[in-house]
């Protein structure tokens, strides 16, 4: 398995990948610093917020919850086109007689390319997150901007279930685009999958999150199920 997934990432360009995932980092960190500063500068202005307002915008938790579901939507999306790039598109015309014709179990080249999409996918989001929070950690130590004390174990907790999160979604996307064969078709699966899942884990917490990570991942293990049975059935012409 490990030869087929160096195999895989010898023959793929991970550079347009690595560009999204820093654009991605950008966009988050703007976004959750412009959400901390909002309370000092509406203090600045004369009015300063006061109870449920305030909790929203200056404490920890509620900020990383919101960095990371940002983070894991916008990563899952990502490991929907890394998916449509190495398995949907790669089983139609002539590379699926090719990826058919290799001397390797037909489940196993598969398998290898839905770790490398599943991996990639949590690796960049896991890095991101936990590089989203190292910096309003080292922010708000600069300018106090939110009284409390940075949770690193909060921080740690919430960026591996979002990245695990966000590789499921990648996964789940694979059994739309290969049941219509279409690139298109998994992109799409992936918004909607991630936009649910935002839905659903937006106001959760503690092992709420990890409920759901482990519903996510299922789904993830079931759309894997249904795309290897595919692969399996599919004739060389």
Same mark, same amino acid.
């Given at each position: ?5 160096? /195999?895989?990432? @010898?023959?793929?360009?991970? @550079? ?8 991605? %980092? ?11 500063? $909002? ?14 307002? /305030?909790?929203? %915008?200056? =404490? ?16 899952? !999306? ?6 449509? *790039?190495? !398995? ?8 699926? $007689? ?18 490398? !999409? ?7 989001? /896991? ?10 950690? /080292? ?10 004390? %940075? ?10 279930? %979002? ?16 049941? *219509? ?44 199920? =249904? ?5 399996? @059935?599919?004739?060389?012409?």
């Amino acid at each position: 398995m490990g030869k087929l997934m160096n /195999l895989e990432l @010898r023959r793929t360009d991970l @550079r347009p990948y690595l560009w999204g995932a820093v654009w991605i %980092f950008l966009a988050v960190v703007a976004l959750n610093g412009l959400m901390a500063a $909002i309370p000092a500068v509406s203090a600045s202005l004369g009015e300063p917020m006061e109870g449920d307002d /305030l909790l929203m %915008f200056s =404490w920890w938790e509620n900020l990383l919850l919101l960095s990371g579901v940002l983070n894991m939507a916008c990563f899952g !999306v990502l490991g929907g086109v890394i998916g449509a *790039r190495l !398995v949907v598109s790669e089983y139609r015309g002539k590379g699926a $007689i090719l990826l058919l014709s290799y001397p390797v179990s037909r489940s196993a080249v598969l398998l290898a390319k839905c770790l490398l !999409v599943f991996g990639l996918t949590a690796g960049l989001a /896991l890095a991101s997150h936990l590089a989203v929070g190292a910096g309003l950690a /080292l922010c708000s130590g600069l300018n106090q901007f939110v009284p409390q004390n %940075f949770d690193w174990g909060l921080l740690l907790s919430l960026s591996a279930a %979002f990245a695990l999160m966000a590789g499921a979604v990648g996964l789940v996307s694979l059994a739309p685009g290969m049941a *219509r064969g279409s690139v298109p078709a998994a992109i799409v699966s992936a918004v909607a999958a991630a936009c649910l899942a935002c839905q659903c884990v937006s106001t959760v917490r503690g092992a709420g999150l990890w409920l759901w990570t482990a519903g996510m991942l299922l789904l993830a293990g079931l759309s894997l199920l =249904w795309t290897m049975g595919r692969v399996e @059935r599919l004739e060389v012409l």
